[in-house]
């Protein structure tokens, strides 16, 4: 699914298509692209539209990246993971959003919905200078969003924690299968949030 902002001449409209005029700078046309779930349609806008490197087209649409920035002719390439559980969930899950930042666009690629790609959009509904701030600024948006999701579900997880403290100390039954239970998530987690090192 594909859905294009676009801001030109003081005006932000709602699209479902890209205009190869708008890929120019000189064009005015600020751009915010937004691929959900993308097929072969989304891989060929990516590669053939705004010329994307194979690599990097190949690593948006695969189903999972570990975080990473790289640097391509013209734009950059960044992918990240949100928070994709709500904070009282059991189990907690993450989901990575690719970004591609050029000049004048904003192309964002994620796997399913996403929360903090969601709100933004209705932020840029309502507010048509969101985009005329550029696509560096939208970024920003939705980073910010991103990081602000995290708060609640670790906030969660350490009182998930506090209640297993207290459940050892008074000698509960089952506790280490529980601790290791939720150990095995925050690894989990931290395994797709935190870059690894070569």
């Not at 559980?85 to 996403?114: C, I, W």
């Not at 709100?119 to 939208?138: F, Q, S, Y």
């Amino acid at each position: 699914m594909i859905t294009v902002f676009v801001h030109q001449n003081g005006k932000t409209q709602v699209l479902d298509r890209v205009e190869r005029q708008w890929l120019d700078p000189a064009s005015g046309a600020t751009l915010w692209v937004d691929l959900k779930a993308p097929g072969e349609p989304e891989r060929r806008l990516l590669s053939e539209e705004f010329g994307f490197h194979p690599l990097s087209v190949e690593d948006a649409v695969s189903a999972l990246q570990f975080p990473k920035i790289e640097t391509y002719p013209g734009y950059l390439y960044v992918v990240l993971h949100g928070i994709d559980a709500e904070p009282k969930q059991t189990q907690f899950a993450t989901r990575d959003v690719d970004f591609f930042l050029g000049r004048n666009y904003l192309v964002t690629v994620h796997d399913g919905d996403s929360r903090s790609i969601n709100a933004i959009h209705e932020v840029c509904t309502r507010h048509e200078h969101i985009l005329k701030e550029g696509p560096v600024a939208l970024m920003h948006r939705i980073v910010d969003q991103m990081v602000d999701n995290y708060r609640p579900v670790f906030e969660e997880i350490e009182a998930r924690l506090g209640h297993l403290e207290e459940e050892a100390f008074a000698g509960h039954e089952r506790l280490s299968r529980r601790v290791m239970k939720l150990k095995r998530d925050v690894s989990s987690m931290r395994r797709v949030l935190v870059p690894q090192r070569d």
